[in-house]
């Protein structure tokens, strides 16, 4: 059976900044392999180095050391003008919109495809049809000032899409958004990936970002991936610290209780709904104190966790994780849960 290639390999990158006094790490030996048609995201917190790391899957930011190969191309055997005819593949979308102040929304749309001399027939043409796409025919000649943040990132999201790139990176492309809003683009890059078959790369600190859209996922944590691989797989059994940090939302964690034995449960689309915890604390004639309890909908399976805080009492505290065992609920022994 033949091995499918990966649209984007990123092999052992490393990327440090250099100033009068100190060396900067941001980036410590990255591999990551993405396929084509993929959503994919990359998430961290602030100062992770996920920002970095976009810019240098297209070499805007050139790695120390290291590569990134885009179909057959390694970026790092290219010239110059060799990378920017890559980059026309690659589209990018920022938090800030980046649109032209002084250009309605069709002229920000043609932008780039007057920078790669299209004739301006075949420009406006091109615009007509992206502002279709992205459902904004009718602001056609609108400026920026007169557009809300939703709108103005559907526009960027169009520019970005008008030389047909086979990828497209969003950094941070949600985070400037109310929920509502952060929805609707999360919905309508859903869609441009179904219609078009675009592969996607979103770098957010959201974890509902991720959840809400993407198939795979990347945790970078200082500068490190500390884990990747399906958003099912992640969110249901983190295995690092950063990936725990994430889902448990570990700093909303109760700091001081007199249990000290806690668990997680983990539900499917199946049980979560179902009452479960209701029928344990019947069952067992014990109560528990649910310290947290989230559920999630990803990609139209219903997902969640809890952490509860289990009795003192060796015996009952096994009695009800055996009856959850029984109701067949993931159940896992958290050791530092509490006081994180």
């Known amino acids: 059976m033949a091995t499918t290639v990966p649209l984007i390999q990123i092999k052992d990158l490393y990327k440090e900044y250099i100033g009068q006094n100190d060396k900067v790490v941001a980036l410590s030996d990255i591999n990551l392999n993405i396929n084509k048609g993929d959503i994919y995201g ?3 917190m602030s100062g992770a180095g996920k920002s970095t ?3 240098c899957i297209n070499f ?3 790695p120390t050391r290291g590569t990134v190969i885009i179909g057959d191309k390694d970026l790092s055997e290219l010239n110059e003008t060799q990378l920017r005819n890559v980059r026309q593949k690659v589209g990018m979308i920022f938090q800030q919109f980046n649109l032209l102040m002084q250009r309605n929304v069709e002229d920000n749309i043609c932008f780039p495809l007057e920078i790669s001399g299209m004739r ?3 420009r406006k043409k091109r615009a007509a049809e992206l502002l279709e ?5 009718d602001k056609r000649l609108a400026y920026p000032s007169q557009l809300s943040g939703g709108q103005k990132q559907r526009v960027a999201i169009a520019r970005a899409l008008a030389t047909n790139p086979e990828i497209l990176l969003c950094d941070e492309a949600t985070s400037a958004l109310d929920p509502t809003m952060t929805r609707s683009i999360l919905g309508l890059l859903k869609d441009i990936n179904n219609k078009l078959g675009i592969t996607i790369i979103i770098i957010t600190h959201e974890m509902a970002v991720v959840e809400g859209i993407c198939d795979y996922v990347a945790i970078i944590d200082e500068g490190h991936l500390t884990e990747d691989g399906k958003v099912e797989e992640v969110f249901s059994n983190p295995k690092t610290d950063a990936a725990r940090k994430l889902v448990y939302h570990s ?3 109760v700091k001081e209780m007199t249990g000290k034995k806690c668990v997680r449960i983990v539900f ?3 049980s979560s709904f179902e009452p479960v915890i209701a029928n344990m604390v019947l069952e067992c004639r014990s109560q528990v104190n649910i310290l947290f309890a989230d559920t999630k909908n990803i990609k139209g399976k219903a997902f969640g966790h809890m952490v509860l805080q289990l009795p003192e009492d060796q015996m009952q505290a096994d009695k009800i994780i055996n009856y959850l065992r029984g109701k067949d609920v993931n159940v896992e022994e958290l050791i530092d849960y509490v006081g994180n």
Do not use: F, H, Y
Not at 133 to 137: A, D, E, K, P
């Open 53 to 55: 790391l976009v810019r």
């Open 268 to 270: 499917d689309g199946k």
């Open 251 to 253: 700093n909303n964690a």
């Open 60 to 62: 805007l930011e050139k």
């Open 120 to 122: 301006r027939k075949e």
């Open 42 to 44: 990359i998430i961290g």
């Open 133 to 137: 796409i992205v459902g904004l025919s």
